[in-house]
């Protein structure tokens, strides 16, 4: 799921969207080439309904929910869906290609499909308007908030949908130009010399970034208790595995709180991260943070051996563009 859509619709939680009285939903969602055997959905207030898939390759089941928005996740991916009172709710999609797949049918789903279809719309917006100029990208934030707005206003949705959606649209087009400009600040460290680091290192001592200049360096900032950080871990350590002996060193920072530096060594310990493990000494604060405009985690980082950046977003472990750019660059 698109991080901007998310952020965009990070004001449903302040909206008292549930009814006062729950209502019956029912639910049936074929998945092809699923993560998992279970599905969850999750809404406010702490509901959460986990559906086992049955003999027949069905996750179904009856529950009753109040009317809002939701995300269901298949263990790996999510999304967001909004269920109404007594509705009949037929999901398909192919885990491959999770958000481009999504489509609902049944009663009560066309605020589904129209959430499901936006979070596409905003995905390519980020992918294209992001490459362009300041004044071009900001024509076309203005023109994708009055679509949006116009969009959502003609289609047969329920009121607290649309004003929802709404305000959502809002908060995505200034979250969208925080992130542009984060973003072209990044792109402008693209061949110039990394901000420099010096962090406590898990085996014992500190480590600097001038300390592994020669080699190429590849950088994982995360914390223990970001989710999608860890869910890449396998991957990493995969990648680490294959290029073992390369001229790469991958380095995992941890931006958690001083606090929890003992929980951050016990997790590398006990879960045996491998490559170099290093503590920043200022979580998000830190200067390495900051000087890449760093405002969510995972955040992959590409250095050359010249100590230059070439990727100052790079691709994460569980991307295979990932595997061939290394592959090219250490043959």
């Known amino acids: 799921m698109n991080k901007l859509f998310i952020a965009g619709l990070a004001i449903f939680s302040t909206l008292n969207l549930a009814a006062q009285s729950k209502n019956q939903i029912k639910f049936t969602a074929k998945i092809a080439n699923r993560n998992s055997d279970t599905l969850v959905i999750r809404g406010k ?119 929802a959606l709404k305000n959502s649209f809002i908060s995505f087009n200034q979250y969208a130009g925080q992130q542009y400009e984060i973003t072209a600040k990044a792109n402008k460290l693209a061949g110039k010399p990394s901000p420099g680091f010096d962090y406590e290192n898990h085996k014992g001592g500190k480590t600097k970034l001038s300390d592994l200049k020669g080699k190429y360096v590849y950088i994982d900032l995360w914390a223990t208790w970001c989710a999608p950080c860890r869910a890449e871990i396998p991957y990493l350590q995969k990648i680490e595995e294959k290029y073992h002996g390369k001229n790469i060193e991958f380095v995992s920072i941890s931006i958690d709180k001083l606090k929890d530096n003992e929980k951050w060594k016990k997790f590398v310990t006990d879960k045996n991260l491998g490559g170099t493990q290093l503590f920043a000494d200022k979580d998000w604060e830190s200067e390495f943070v900051t000087n890449y405009g760093v405002t969510g985690i995972p955040r992959f980082i590409l250095i050359d051996p010249q100590g230059n950046v070439v990727n100052s977003d790079a691709f994460r472990p569980s991307d295979p563009a990932l595997d061939s750019q290394l592959n090219t660059l250490l043959k």
Request: hydrophobic share 35%; glycine share 4%.
């Open 45 to 163: 207030d702490n509901f959460k309904q986990v559906i086992p898939i049955n003999k027949k390759e069905l996750f179904t089941a009856s529950f009753d929910a109040p009317k809002g928005f939701y995300v269901f996740s298949d263990g790996k991916e999510s999304s967001n869906l909004y269920l109404k009172p007594n509705s009949e709710v037929n999901l398909t999609l192919d885990a491959k290609e999770f958000d481009e797949t999504i489509v609902f049918k049944g009663k009560g789903v066309n605020e589904s499909n129209f959430l499901a279809q936006q979070a596409l719309k905003d995905e390519n917006f980020q992918k294209d308007a992001f490459a362009k100029e300041q004044a071009e990208f900001s024509a076309l934030l203005d023109a994708k908030l009055k679509t949006d707005t116009e969009s959502v206003e003609k289609g047969d949705f329920d009121p607290e949908f649309k004003t």
